[in-house]
């Protein structure tokens, strides 16, 4: 069964910190793996989409990495902003023939970023 | 433009109502998503569209029901809902035939009462 775990759950940084999300995922065919960030009652936005041969992409602040060896990818959030608060979910793709591609979440890390 | 747009934004309905959730993007793209999202958890795939045509179907209740009448809209109509299914509906699309990146529109937080 395709799975994707993240840790932790939920964490409290002070502003200008930074801090470091995970995701472990057992997912087949891999695909690519995206971050998203989804403020509360709102849809998720795309932060990095990354591919099997891609180790470290960025996006302003945000770095995420992916070893598809282990498995496992981080997202590493500089110097935060109150406006970080949000979940930050890790999604696997996996393609299904010419449907698309379906998605596998994370159950999301929940970011407080406090003054 | 890489915006999807849902509405309404907020729909309140009884057991007995018959309502519809639209979609709309312009992008191009050939295949779209409804997901259902309750409280502090992650979005769950509902159906998938891909060319007009329903390609996934994750054993959703027949109360819920999607039309795609062309590429650019996406409908799921709601007949006989039950409390329990009170949450937030996504909607998505992406470029078909491929992992390619899906995009989100904001969402309809949807209660019924």
């Known amino acids: 069964k395709n799975q994707v775990e993240q840790s932790p759950q939920s964490l409290i940084i002070l502003e200008g910190k930074n801090c470091t999300l995970q995701?472990?995922?057992?997912?087949?065919?891999?695909?690519?793996l995206r971050w998203y960030k989804q403020d509360t009652g709102r849809g998720p936005v795309s932060l990095t989409i990354m591919t099997f041969s891609e180790n470290t992409k960025s996006n302003g602040r945000y770095t995420a990495t992916l070893d598809a060896d282990t498995k496992q990818s981080s997202l590493h959030i500089t110097a935060s902003q109150l406006s970080d608060s949000a979940s930050y979910i890790c999604v696997v793709s996996a393609q299904v023939g010419a449907a698309g591609n379906k998605l596998t979440f994370g159950g999301g890390t929940r970011v407080l970023v406090k003054p | 433009d890489t915006e999807v747009t849902q509405t309404p934004k907020h729909l309140v309905m009884g057991m007995t109502n018959k309502k519809s959730l639209k979609c709309e993007q312009h992008m191009g793209h050939r295949a779209m998503y409804w997901y259902k999202q309750k409280a502090k958890k992650p979005p769950e795939l509902m159906f998938v569209?891909?060319?007009?045509?329903?390609?996934i179907n994750e054993s959703v209740p027949s109360r819920f029901s999607p039309e795609c009448p062309n590429s650019s809209l996406l409908n799921l109509h709601l007949h006989a809902l039950q409390p329990e299914d009170s949450a937030l509906y996504l909607c998505a699309s992406s470029q078909s035939g491929g992992p390619y990146e899906q995009y989100f529109g904001p969402g309809t937080r949807l209660t019924v009462t």
């Open positions: 569209y891909s060319y007009e045509k329903l390609s």
């Open positions: 995701c472990n995922y057992t997912v087949s065919p891999f695909s690519n």
